[in-house]
């Protein structure tokens, strides 16, 4: 009964934090006249009576949340708030279903980007800023998650960053109490969204669109205020800024954080995900501007290196923006991006996927295990950097890359028995389980997701839920050992 009541209480918070950002839509359409100032006059409104009465009639429960409450606020806080969410878009677009408004919203807290809505560049300010909100917010709360949750499972928060990579992140490196590093962390991902405001308008974005997707390229979240996302633009400036800024949200945000503490770029040369993100992404950036030029989709190296880098480092870091249709490309590229969308982001990021650092740690493993294979009686520690890897964090990250590939597995022959024909059901999964939005096929970047059916969509939200909250945070409330005292 305790546990119910903190978690209650606790969800009364979250619930009037999201009724405070609903009231800067209701400012916002307000000052425009966009027309929704009803839907989010009632959203903000029902939302935060519905918060503060929880509060209220919870506030002598304990204030603690245990290891049991965490996990289960997580899941509510990603699944349940979102019911609240979607109220501004069922209020304001009548025709909308629930399912696909829920989608919607889904798709921003977790930052994978995908939409079942067209007509974006009609829709109002308020609505398009609610949306792209809701991405910043789930940025912010990734950052939360990594740094206070995954450390219990061990599975891949700071418990990993601290063994990770030569001068990666230790413990004394970082404000000591999880709530000083988080604010800390917040401060450096608010600080950096600044800055991608400021270059996004300077290289041609006016200040609404430059919000709007600095908000989604610093969550890695992908959506636009235009139909045809950032095509809508068609400027190599625009393109170069998102490009960089994109894959700095990629990396870690402690590495962020020590560098413009110490002010100094070794925090950067330092971290192994740093490096090995670069040279994965990049390189296979010129491989790809290679394939497309030599097929003929385009007439020389140097429009398709343009092109190729935009979008293969858009899905390769979960972002989600596009400027071509990479359907019509060679299919070895478009396979190879959502390839790249599982394990390129490091950990620390706001991006999906295995991340970097379980990578390299697989690797590493596949390499010891032949190791012992020629030499049975050798005894050779798994090290990176110089750090020694414990047992429990490799058996941990072995049974996350088990639970990510069977999960997968199975949500696509779900919707293969649907009746989705395989490439857009693999892609769609693959896409949604690691928060990337862009599929192929029917779901590929010159259509969206609202030509699924409702079950179809349910189980798109699944897997981004799943994808986000790393597997585990949800599987876990299933073993009953966790719910044993």
Not at 156 to 163: A, I, R, V
Not at 366 to 377: G, R, T, V
Request: charged content about 10%.
């Amino acid at each position: 009964m305790n546990v119910f009541l903190t978690i209650t209480h606790t969800f009364g918070v979250v619930l009037i934090v999201f009724s405070g950002l609903m009231s800067t839509c209701w400012v916002t359409s307000a000052l425009a006249e966009d027309g929704a100032i009803n839907a989010f006059s009632q959203g903000t409104l029902i939302t935060l009576l519905s918060g503060v009465l929880m509060f209220i009639l919870t506030l002598r429960s304990p204030k603690k949340v245990s290891r049991k409450a965490g996990f289960l606020l997580v899941t509510m806080c990603w699944s349940l708030a979102s019911v609240f969410c979607t109220l501004p878009l069922l209020l304001y677009l009548p025709e909308l279903s629930f399912i696909d408004a829920y989608f919607e919203v889904i798709s921003g807290l977790t930052t994978t980007g995908a939409t079942v809505l067209s007509g974006l560049d009609q829709l109002p300010m308020s609505i398009n800023l609610w949306r792209h909100e809701l991405t910043w917010l789930g940025g912010i709360a990734i950052i939360v998650f990594a740094v206070a949750i995954l450390p219990i499972l061990g599975i891949g928060g700071m418990q990993l960053l601290k063994s990770g990579s030569p001068g990666s992140v230790k413990e004394s490196d970082l404000p000591p109490r999880i709530m000083q590093t988080t604010k800390a962390l917040w401060l450096t991902y608010v600080a950096i969204t600044l800055v991608c405001i400021i270059a996004l308008h300077f290289a041609g974005m006016g200040w609404f669109d430059a919000v709007c997707h600095a908000f989604a390229v610093m969550s890695l979240g992908g959506f636009s205020t235009h139909d045809a996302s950032i095509g809508f633009f068609n400027s190599l400036p625009i393109e170069i800024v998102l490009t960089i800024f994109q894959l700095l949200a990629a990396m870690n945000f402690s590495t962020h954080f020590l560098a413009l503490h110490k002010r100094s770029i070794k925090p950067y040369v330092k971290d192994m995900e740093v490096w090995g993100m670069l040279i994965v992404v990049l390189g296979s950036c010129v491989v790809a501007a290679s394939v497309l030029w030599h097929s003929g989709t385009y007439p020389d190296f140097f429009t398709a290196l343009r092109h190729a880098t935009f979008n293969v480092v858009t899905v390769a870091t979960t972002s989600g923006f596009m400027t071509q249709d990479f359907n019509l490309w060679p299919i070895f590229v478009p396979m190879w991006m959502l390839f790249l969308s599982g394990i390129s982001v490091s950990t620390g990021s706001t991006g999906g996927g295995i991340r970097m650092i379980r990578t390299i740690i697989l690797m590493k493993q596949a390499y010891l295990e032949l190791f012992k294979s020629i030499h049975p009686y050798a005894i050779k520690p798994m090290k990176i950097g110089g750090s020694v890897i414990s047992n429990d964090v490799v058996t941990s990250v072995m049974g996350f890359i088990f639970l990510y590939f069977i999960s997968i597995v199975i949500l696509v022959f779900t919707l293969l028995f649907s009746g989705l024909d395989f490439m857009s059901a693999f892609s769609a999964i693959i896409a949604c389980f690691n928060n990337a939005g862009l599929g192929l096929n029917l779901v590929g970047p010159e259509s969206n997701y609202s030509i699924l059916s409702d079950f179809q969509t349910g189980v798109c939200i699944f897997a981004m839920l799943l994808g986000r909250v790393q597997i585990f945070s949800i599987v876990i409330l299933f073993v009953p050992e966790f719910w044993r005292k």
